[in-house]
């Protein structure tokens, strides 16, 4: 039977199935059908014996590529949720080599397009380009090394890097991942890393200033407690501890009181005091089997901080009908108090995290999600008193070194603290939140006198609201 007849002959479904395999053979068959039976002119001839040669010759180059690649190359592949991700990055931008690709992408402020290194010089709108959709070849330590950066099956938010080198060996690969490694965790030193998610998956989204712990105002004795139990349970003794016990390896916190008092930032604290990454879950995005996920993606020592959980549709059941509207009902009905019960402490949870809930409303909260074993420690964070807020204006005005370049009343540091002392005397105590506090002294950040005379007329404008905090946190002196 003459081969170029096939294509005619064969049956339509068989024509688009030896499609799929060869893509645009259908149509060459029909040609040579065309080309045996002589019903083409030269040109067409000269036309399909060119396409044809095209065609073999990108048929067999593709094949030949995967032969090499699969037989005589190593490769890594990086994903693009992965922090592989960012070191690389990371590190090819900053080469010279990659510096004139032809294909890169632009970003404002930031390294790549997760925007995980922050424009630390303060540049408005500062472009940075990082080769994009591209491949690049350079020499490493004698090696000849391939990067690839492309979208991942077309979708412009996913991408895939993949590193390869000629020969069967990927040391020299992980040589590189190595290198890349150590510059990265030289730029996110005394840095705290903030994930968050998107789509049920954890993404990187900054990385931030360490704040030391002596910045957070609180009950000093409650603090140091907190930071040895966190020490005690992440010391690599604890974890055999448990084991032997049969107890499973976690720890949990419950930081609570009214909003703007320290909660989140002692979260912050206490992630970078054990140079720990936090993951912040926003309750209200997720649904029962996407908060499993994440908490079964956690890695084993990180920081879970769970916001606002009593806004998070999982309160006590007479509490929740009160107060909920369509909407939010509408909006938080994927979670359930059980599936978050079960995501703290199921089976699929990973061992080795800190988790620390926060809440303005400890009462809203069912008994079963704060009883022990899911929060060991309940820590209560207070309307500023006489001592809170004295230290938050020393915190303002006292001079460092580092400041002197900013316009500033200088009064000297002892007339500071004795200004200190009369500003904390004319705050009423249990009113204000440190934010607050801190919100006002930064208004008269320039002149601690100024401070001082316009604190009465500011307490006075906040006390009406401040009485109607009061008695809506009226569990507040249960509490405290
Ligand atoms: N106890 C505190 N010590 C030092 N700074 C504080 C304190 N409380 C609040 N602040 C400052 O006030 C701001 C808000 O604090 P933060 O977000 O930690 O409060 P929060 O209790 O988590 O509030 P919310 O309940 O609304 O989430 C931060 O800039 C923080 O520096």
Redesign the pocket.
């Known amino acids: 039977m003459d081969v170029s007849n096939v294509a005619a002959s064969m049956p339509a479904y068989q024509v688009s199935i030896l499609d799929i395999f060869f893509p645009g053979l259908t149509g060459i068959l029909a040609v040579a059908n065309g080309l045996s039976t002589g019903q083409l002119n030269s040109y067409a001839r000269l036309l399909f014996v060119g396409g044809f040669c095209i065609f073999l010759a990108r048929y067999f180059y593709g094949y030949i590529n995967d032969l090499v690649d699969r037989h005589f190359m190593s490769t890594i592949h990086v994903s693009y949720y992965n922090e592989a991700f960012d070191m690389l990055i990371n590190w090819i931008s900053e080469q010279h080599f990659a510096q004139n690709t032809r294909t890169s992408l632009a970003s404002v402020g930031a390294k790549h397009r997760r925007g995980f290194f922050d424009n630390a010089n303060g540049d408005k709108k500062s472009l940075s380009f990082t080769p994009w959709n591209t491949s690049i070849s350079f020499i490493y330590k004698n090696h000849l090394i391939k990067f690839s950066r492309t979208q991942k099956d077309g979708r412009s938010s996913e991408e895939e890097i993949v590193v390869s080198c000629v020969g069967r060996s990927p040391t020299i690969l992980k040589e590189l991942f190595q290198e890349c490694r150590a510059e990265y965790l030289k730029k996110i030193e005394k840095k705290t890393t903030v994930f968050d998610h998107q789509g049920g998956e954890w993404r990187k989204t900054k990385s931030r200033e360490i ?1 030391p712990l002596s ?4 009950d000093e004795e409650e603090k140091q407690m907190l930071v040895n139990d966190v020490d005690n349970f992440l010391d690599p003794r604890t974890r055999g501890w448990y084991a032997r016990r049969g107890i499973p390896y976690r720890r949990g916190f419950l ?1 609570y ?12 604290s206490i992630a970078g005091r054990f140079d720990l990454d936090i993951y912040v879950l926003n309750l209200s995005a997720v649904d029962d089997s996407k908060l499993s996920s994440l908490f079964s993606e956690l890695p084993s020592h990180c920081v879970v901080l769970l ?2 959980v009593d806004a998070a549709g999982t309160t006590r059941a007479e509490k929740t009908t009160e107060k909920t509207t369509d909407q939010s009902v509408a909006k938080l009905q994927g979670l359930t108090l059980s599936g978050l019960l079960n995501a703290i402490d199921g089976v699929s949870s990973q061992e080795g995290r800190v988790l620390i809930m ?3 409303h400890i009462e809203h909260l069912d008994a079963a999600l704060i009883r022990p074993g899911r929060v060991d420690r309940k820590i209560f ?1 207070r309307l ?1 008193n006489k001592d ?1 807020n004295a230290r ?1 204006f020393c ?1 303002i005005f006292k001079q460092s070194a580092e400041d002197q370049h900013i316009p500033k009343e200088d009064i000297g540091e002892e007339n500071v603290e004795r200004l200190a002392i009369e500003f904390a005397g004319k705050v009423p105590e249990n009113v204000f ?3 607050e506090v ?2 006002f002294l930064l208004e008269n950040k320039r002149s601690p006198v100024n401070a001082v005379a316009n604190v009465e007329k500011w307490a006075k404008s906040g006390q009406a609201r401040g009485k109607d905090l009061r008695r809506e946190l009226s569990w507040i002196s249960d509490s405290s």
């Open positions: 704040r910045t957070i105002l609180m930081l009181g009214p909003p703007g008092t320290g909660k989140s930032s002692l979260s912050l916001e606002d926060t809440t303005n964070f500023t809170m938050l915190t939140s440190p934010a801190l919100s």
